[in-house]
């Protein structure tokens, strides 16, 4: 089942911070991030594995409640490189281990503008 | 290769018939993933391929769609008989055997179907 994102779209002045959220009705392995800009392919940011642990890449960070089968992606300080389609990817865990593959979101259309 | 490389880029046919994409994952990738995007759409998983296992076919929307690979290389993703609805970019992906360095995604196969 596809994990939700909130929220659908975000508009920001540059400088500004946000925070995207991506919850899943099942119990989850890893969280992914991707970002995706038009025209191209999704470009990994950073993986979350259960465990709850938070992780940077740039301004750009990402925490993962395991217990709550959620992830939030945390950009601060936005740049106007940051503009694009984010995407979370969760894999599920089975019998303590995990399905293997990513089942993604519908994506946050973030826009950043000067 | 130095990235996931996908031919053709842009494949426009005529419904009813048989289209065929190729994916070069990057050598040493174990495994490969294929994934349609429809315009505006978030990333539908297709199938999962993981080195000499059977692959995890459970994202063929219908028996149109088959894929193959041979060992740890090239993977094709065949469609017979197109419809209108099969239009959308496909993308492949390969990772790692855990994936905890990401997926590397391809740039994608534009199909048109008219």
């Known amino acids: 089942q596809q994990p939700v994102q909130s929220p659908q779209a975000v508009i920001l002045r540059e400088g500004e911070d946000a925070v995207i959220n991506c919850s899943s009705s099942?119990?989850?392995?890893?969280v992914h991030w991707y970002r995706q800009k038009h025209g191209e392919a999704p470009v990994f940011l950073m993986i979350?594995?259960?465990?709850?642990e938070q992780k940077g890449h740039e301004k750009i960070s990402a925490s993962f409640n395991e217990k709550k089968q959620q992830s939030s992606l945390y950009l601060t300080a936005s740049q106007l490189s940051y503009s694009g389609t984010y995407f979370c990817?969760?894999?599920?865990?089975?019998?303590?281990?995990?399905?293997?593959?990513?089942?993604f979101g519908k994506g946050t259309l973030l826009t950043v503008n000067p | 290769g130095a990235g996931v490389s996908q031919s053709p880029s842009n494949k426009v046919t005529e419904k009813g018939k048989d289209v065929e994409l190729r994916c070069d994952p990057i050598s040493g990738h174990t495994a490969l993933y294929w994934y349609r995007q429809r315009l505006g759409q978030g990333l539908e998983f297709l199938i999962y391929?993981?080195?000499?296992?059977?692959?995890?076919k459970s994202g063929l929307p219908s028996d149109r769609f088959s894929a193959e690979r041979t060992g740890e290389s090239v993977s094709t993703l065949t469609i017979q008989r197109t419809q209108q609805e099969d239009s959308a970019v496909y993308l492949c992906a390969s990772s790692t055997d855990r994936s905890h360095y990401g997926y590397t995604f391809g740039s994608g196969t534009r199909l048109t179907v008219v």
């Open positions: 990817g969760t894999e599920e865990s089975i019998s303590g281990g995990s399905n293997y593959k990513l089942t």
């Open positions: 099942k119990a989850l392995y890893s």
């Open positions: 391929f993981q080195g000499n296992s059977a692959p995890d």
């Open positions: 979350l594995l259960k465990g709850g």
